[in-house]
């Protein structure tokens, strides 16, 4: 076989996901499995599916992993990850003493955007931002199919910086992040996230409801819905114009439950030209290709 084989793994909170593709990205195999949610069963999860795809592609396959955090580059450790059994562990280490050979390991955002940008909906363009816009909001940037890490490591992870122009009804809010490095007011993920968008419409209407429920009361013309959602895309609209204002993408690509919303693709193209300062604004605001299987698609062109 003359293919370059690549195994990508993802680590999420439940769940681990692995893929072999070859070079072209089309894919050999793909498995997933649930874990009991601790350090050593996550480990052994991805020896199991690493050892089991190299003897399809003959031993000869690169390893990379997506995780739900930020792995160190000064101290080797892990930080910020959800999976809270990650933290301040020599997760890469560790792991390639377990599997016997090096591999590489990035944050779940920056997987993301690597996997659109390569041969997703990002594919024509030369720099692309990918955000996540699900229970939280994160993001990554990506130029020339490369990531920029960026030199704290946070390049493209806007999720926590403060609302653009502010409203006076925003800044008169009480919601806080609820982050516990975060906790600052008129956090954009408050606002923007999945959760954060149901709770500020659950806030103001006082309902109880999810965002998917929330988009399909809009659907079936309720206004509140409506207007929460016109509100969304105005506060996302300002954020993106600060995004072309530092990096200026030429592809903004949405993955996460909240790029599910058909309508976002419509309204805000028309709203960032307000808030950008920019005679045209030719950026494209783009829905994800692969879907939920960016993350493990992008850990696999780690290696590329
Ligand atoms: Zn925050």
Redesign the pocket.
């Known amino acids: 076989m003359s293919d370059k084989f690549k195994i990508g793994i993802d680590y999420g909170g439940t769940k681990i996901e692995a893929i072999l593709i070859n070079d072209k990205g089309e894919e050999i195999k793909r498995e997933r499995s649930h874990y009991d949610q601790n350090y050593e069963s996550g480990i052994s999860t991805v020896k199991k599916f690493v050892e089991s795809f190299k003897k399809i592609s003959n031993k000869e396959a690169t390893v990379g992993m997506a995780i739900p955090g930020f792995l160190s580059n000064e101290t080797g450790l892990v930080h910020n990850a959800n999976s809270d059994w990650l933290n301040n562990k020599f997760f890469k280490k560790d792991l390639e003493t377990s599997l016997n050979c090096e591999i590489k390991m990035m944050n779940d955002a920056n997987c993301f955007t690597l996997s659109e940008a390569i041969d997703g909906a990002g594919k024509d363009f030369k720099s692309v931002f990918g955000v996540i816009i699900g229970t939280g909001f994160g993001g990554g940037l990506s130029f020339k199919k490369e990531i920029i890490e960026g030199a704290n490591q946070v390049a493209g992870d806007w999720?926590?910086q403060p609302l653009p122009y502010p409203t006076s009804e925003e800044i008169g809010t009480e919601i806080k992040?609820?982050?516990p490095t975060?906790?600052?007011p008129l956090?954009?993920?408050?606002f923007i996230s999945g959760t954060g968008f149901a709770n500020v419409f659950n806030n103001k209407y006082n309902t109880k409801l999810i965002s998917p429920e929330i988009v399909e009361l809009d659907k079936n013309k309720d206004q509140r819905a409506d207007n929460e959602l016109k509100l969304y895309e105005d506060r996302f609209a300002r954020l993106i114009s600060v995004m072309i204002g530092v990096f200026d993408p030429e592809a903004i690509i949405l993955g996460g439950g909240m790029s599910n919303i058909d309508r976002l693709y419509n309204n805000l193209p028309k709203i960032i030209p307000k808030y950008t300062f920019s005679e045209k604004v030719r950026t494209k605001v783009l829905k994800n290709k692969h879907g939920d299987s960016s993350g493990v698609r992008g850990a696999a062109w780690l290696w590329n």
């Open positions: 999720g926590h992040c609820v982050s975060c906790g600052r956090c954009a993920e408050q």
